[in-house]
């Protein structure tokens, strides 16, 4: 396997307590967001409302859209234009009622012939209420969820409970995490955010699997070990192949969140953050949280023994 780095001797582990400092800010930031953003944290997806796509031929851009439609009485409005830069094709989204798409529709053709000269037109409207965006919201909470108990007991069933809890909080950190920065640039949960923290949920286990596979790889071949530093040894075996792996999942993501655009925009947003808290929490989250399981059990049974032969 190809190493970008030599042999390495981290003290992972031994850090563990600064990371569960580190890490409890950095949830405390995303609940603090959750709880900032209140009824504006969801997109139309799941609060329902109207999304517009019109087209307009003679060159602008979102913000010219944006300011175009909020003069005529449109506020509150996500301007996505599908390409970066100058676009004839606009998403435009606002909340509402069933009964304003035509009135909506008529602001909105007044803005394209006063900022536009009436170059453009509505090429598409859809409406989405509030009761299908209930069903869709309660649908992509228990999608999550399910994800999470299926790969914990996959886990716990191919390991064992403690490394099942490893990963369970690490895939819960880097979920919360992400959504924590998605909302602090701006962005409303949607369908795609959905759909990136499924996905960085099946990376982020994939890289902690990795881990833990070497771990129990290490422990068949010592007959005496200590964990923390078997642990600590199987990271540092490990840290050029999640490198390489991670460095490029994450400019992957990255070059689509500054050139993609629209929708493609916001899911690489969130899956640029998961890839980095994905990383991060494999070594410094489910692996210590791992040894920190392992040595409770062991003083618990170590008091169990001593009271049975009291």
């Known amino acids: 396997m190809l190493e970008i780095i030599g042999k390495t001797n981290i003290d992972f582990l031994g850090r563990r307590h600064y990371a569960y400092v580190f890490s409890l800010l950095l949830t405390a930031f995303s609940v603090y967001m959750w709880i900032a953003r209140a009824d504006n944290r969801y997109d139309i997806d799941f609060e329902g409302g109207h999304e517009m796509v019109i087209k307009i031929s003679e060159g602008a851009d979102s913000e010219a859209v944006r300011a175009a439609i909020q003069k005529q009485g449109v506020g509150d409005a996500v301007v996505q234009a599908f390409e970066v830069g100058r676009s004839d094709e606009y998403s435009i989204r606002v909340g509402g009622k069933a009964e304003d798409a035509k009135p909506l529709r008529d602001k909105v053709m007044a803005a394209i012939k006063e900022s536009f000269a009436g170059k453009g037109e509505v090429l598409k409207t859809d409406f989405v209420g509030p009761t ?40 819960a950190h880097d979920v919360v995490v992400a959504t924590g920065v998605y909302l602090f640039a701006g962005h409303n949960i949607n369908m795609a955010a959905v759909a990136a923290a499924l996905t960085v949920v099946g990376y982020s286990v994939n890289d902690t699997i990795v881990i833990f596979d070497k771990v129990r790889e290490e422990i068949f071949k010592r007959k005496d070990y200590d964990l923390i530093t078997l642990m600590n040894d199987c990271c540092n075996m490990m840290l050029s192949r999640t490198i390489i792996t991670s460095g490029l999942t994450f400019f992957a993501a990255l070059a689509l969140y500054l050139f993609g655009g629209g929708a493609i925009s916001d899911l690489s947003l969130y899956l640029s953050v998961g890839v980095l808290t994905g990383t991060y929490s494999t070594i410094f989250i489910a692996s210590p949280v791992v040894f920190t399981w392992e040595a409770f059990r062991a003083k618990k049974e170590r008091k169990t023994a001593s009271a049975s032969a009291r």
């Open 132 to 171: 299908a965006g209930k069903e869709l919201k309660q649908k992509a909470f228990w999608a999550m969820v399910l994800a999470l108990l299926g790969i914990a007991a996959y886990v716990t069933v191919r390991f064992e409970f403690a490394f099942a809890l490893g990963a369970l909080v690490s895939l």
